[in-house]
């Protein structure tokens, strides 16, 4: 199965930063890479798919590059309905469908 | 609109089975796979398997084989995810969820979840 591995696991940023998020993954998957935002309490949100192709009524400050093995997740500037936790996951490969660890992005 | 409508909460002890409804409206059931996803407390998502709604064909995941059963009642727009010999790390809320296109594994819709907890 592939492993997608996310950095950092969780971050501190202040509103207007701009945020990376990174994803690795343990073989090339080509641009086969969704991100979603997961609120507490709430299902995950689908952000961005095929790596970088922003999903309708996502705002555009979300954007996302990479193919292959590397891929970024960018928020422009964070607004403070982005606090949230951030997945990536991939569909090149399956199944299994996997999922990255997280990354939890906290209020400085 | 697509909505994903699922049952409530439930509280089962170690040893039984849980049956968890997915209710779907707003799109062609058959068009499109259904996925199970489940989130332990304070954990990653971790992807079960999915269902072929048209033919009823399924895909587990390995860690899940012989425990998980899918299946689904075209008459009514609704899959089932069953599990069973459960233990206590069973314990999550479990999704089900849609993909953006058939055969796509880009999940557009959710489920609002379902709590399922194993405790004695």
């Known amino acids: 199965a592939i492993q997608l591995t996310q950095s950092p696991s969780s971050l501190s940023a202040s509103v207007g930063d701009r945020v990376t998020i990174t994803c690795r993954a343990s073989?090339?998957?080509?641009?086969?890479l969704a991100w979603y935002q997961q609120k507490p309490g709430k299902a995950p949100k689908l952000l961005i798919y095929d790596a970088s192709s922003l999903e309708s009524g996502v705002p555009s400050r979300f954007s996302g590059s990479g193919s292959g093995t590397d891929f970024t997740l960018t928020i422009s500037s964070l607004q403070p309905e982005d606090f949230a936790t951030y997945y990536c996951?991939?569909?090149?490969?399956?199944?299994?469908?996997?999922f990255g660890g997280g990354t939890k992005v906290e209020i400085k | 609109q697509v909505q994903l409508v699922q049952s409530g909460a439930e509280v089962k002890k170690p040893g039984a089975s849980v049956k968890v409804s997915c209710k779907a409206s707003g799109y062609t059931f058959t068009g499109y796979y259904m996925h199970w996803v489940r989130q332990a407390p304070g954990q990653g998502l971790e992807w079960m398997g999915r269902?072929?709604?048209?033919?009823?064909?399924?895909n587990y995941a390995q860690k899940f084989q012989g425990r998980v059963t899918m299946t689904r009642d075209t008459s009514i727009s609704t899959a089932y995810m069953e599990l069973s010999r459960l233990r206590s790390d069973d314990t999550a809320v479990y999704y089900c969820?849609?993909?953006?296109?058939?055969?796509?594994?880009?999940?557009?819709?959710w489920g609002q979840g379902t709590l399922v907890t194993v405790s004695s």
């Open positions: 073989q090339g998957i080509s641009s086969a």
């Open positions: 269902i072929n709604p048209n033919s009823g064909g399924t």
């Open positions: 996951q991939q569909f090149n490969s399956y199944p299994p469908l996997t």
């Open positions: 969820a849609r993909e953006m296109i058939f055969g796509v594994v880009i999940i557009s819709y």
